[in-house]
């Protein structure tokens, strides 16, 4: 018996079940269905996350210290141990090693992180805020190239800044957008924010305030200070400025270096009198030298370039960190993640292949009379046995193909299920789920390995039936 006589008599005999073979069928596609739904919201999630990531451009940056911080003692309460780790010996992060680093071939920009609270003052409004001081040229990079509403500062003396919608709302403003727009909540219009065009905004004046040493209260009365309820010898230095620009909302996923309240031009902000601190090192240096930076951010031209420079800096005698030594880390996540969530579906096309087993036997319990006329007329074992596999085998094939629909369907409806809750709470449109092609042809081929694996034992069942029993056979 050729190879094509077989598969046709493994339809033909599909076809005389129809019902048993549908429902049998059906049982495979629901569980290639869980799988391929499951599976597809795992590498949903991490294609999102790995996205954002890449958007955002951290597989490219790295931050630069001046020593490694033990957090888990600091939030164990043991400070004593962070304090011992300052006072080891180590180069200081100045002027000279922000040079060196950026002489490095292949780093694009390399810029100290400056970033100290302010108080922002508009009109009548103030708010409590971060200041994050950035060089002009990280206007050509994300997110500062998409700036939705007015323009980067073209240089690092500009007194220009750009300023966070969550501060804006705080100032009691929100910018009107046709596009996407925003709806006050009850407390925001008790609270009196309105809603505003980014023209009143742009260029209108802002004052920022800091807090710095008022040194002519203490030499007065050095030791009135001692005493805690007559004041502090502080005052506020008032620093104006422009808006020129409004920052998108950040994102999850955003680079938590560039999240801040206001940004202003690094040469510009220097110029700004404040007493605050600008890294751990200026709480936790018992000696006081603080000369020098907390920390500095690097980004590097390619992907590639990263861990070159990152061993070179270390070299420097500095410590580096980039979201690429964590990408491993988020990998395992979810593998483990894709894990759990594959198990369901794999558990239904279980009980789906029963299903497929049972079919099987019952159809050679009611072909034995047939399967006996093969063997009499010359039907070797291995022949029967392809019958039965071609059976089962169609049967995963056509389960497969369903399983992939309804997985498809599934996944659409829980997709626009979960964005419709999202953005009701204000979140972005995302695609939680994502079938790649290795995703849908591995789905098949699974299908039909399981059922190839299922009918097995049918098909071994009725290779060794004896001929001259099943010819006896009602």
Do not use: C
């Not at 810029?111 to 994050?132: A, D, W, Y």
């Not at 300023?163 to 407390?187: F, I, T």
């Amino acid at each position: 018996m050729r190879i094509d006589d077989q598969f046709l008599l493994g339809l033909a005999n599909l076809w005389r079940m129809k019902l048993r073979m549908i429902l049998t069928t059906l049982g495979v596609a629901i569980g290639i269905g869980a799988l391929v739904s499951m599976v597809s919201f795992g590498i949903g999630m991490q294609k999102n996350v790995t996205d954002a990531i890449r958007e955002n451009d951290l597989f490219t940056s790295l931050t630069v210290t001046g020593q490694e911080i033990d957090i888990q003692s600091a939030m164990q309460g043991n400070i004593e141990g962070v304090i011992e780790s300052f006072q080891a010996e180590a180069p200081l992060l100045n002027r000279d090693a922000l040079e060196k680093i950026q002489s490095l071939d292949g780093v694009e920009i390399a810029f100290p992180e400056i970033v100290f609270p302010v108080k922002v003052r508009m009109g009548n409004e103030e708010t409590q805020t971060t200041l994050r001081a950035l060089p002009a040229s990280m206007g050509q990079f994300k997110p500062f190239n998409e700036i939705p509403y007015g323009h980067f500062f073209a240089s690092d003396s500009a007194s220009l800044v750009l300023l966070n919608p969550s501060v804006l709302k705080e100032l009691k403003r929100v910018v009107k957008d046709p596009e996407n727009p925003v709806a006050l909540s009850w407390e925001d219009s008790a609270r009196g924010v309105r809603s505003v065009s980014a023209d009143s905004i742009l260029g209108k004046e802002i004052e920022i305030i800091t807090s710095v040493i008022d040194v002519s209260k203490i030499m007065q009365n050095p030791l009135n200070y001692l005493n805690t309820t007559t004041g502090r010898p502080f005052r506020e230095a008032v620093t104006p400025f422009r808006i020129g620009g409004l920052l998108k909302e950040p994102s999850e996923f955003s680079d938590s270096r560039f999240i801040s309240g206001v940004i202003a031009p690094i040469g510009r902000a220097e110029e700004i009198p404040q007493l605050g601190f600008t890294s751990v090192r200026d709480l936790f240096d018992p000696s006081g030298d603080t000369e020098g930076y907390g920390a500095f951010y690097v980004r590097v031209r390619r992907t590639q370039d990263l861990d070159r420079i990152q061993e070179k800096i270390e070299e420097m005698g500095y410590n580096t960190f980039s979201i690429m030594e964590q990408l491993d880390e988020i990998k395992k996540g979810f593998i483990i993640l894709d894990t759990a969530l594959g198990t369901i579906g794999i558990i239904a096309l279980f009980v789906a292949a029963l299903g497929i087993i049972n079919t099987m036997v019952m159809s050679i319990l009611e072909r034995t009379r047939e399967i006996g006329i093969m063997k009499a007329i010359g039907g070797s074992e291995n022949e029967i046995k392809g019958i039965f596999f071609f059976e089962a085998g169609a049967i995963g094939l056509i389960g497969g193909i369903f399983g992939l629909i309804l997985g498809w369907i599934v996944t659409r409806i829980a997709n626009v299920v979960a964005n419709y809750i999202v953005t009701q709470q204000g979140g972005p449109v995302v695609d939680y789920f994502y079938m790649p092609i290795w995703l849908l042809l591995g789905a098949i081929g699974f299908s039909i390995f399981v059922s190839l694996l299922a009918g097995l034992y049918p098909a071994m069942r009725a290779a060794r039936v004896d001929p001259v029993e099943a010819l006896r056979h009602d």
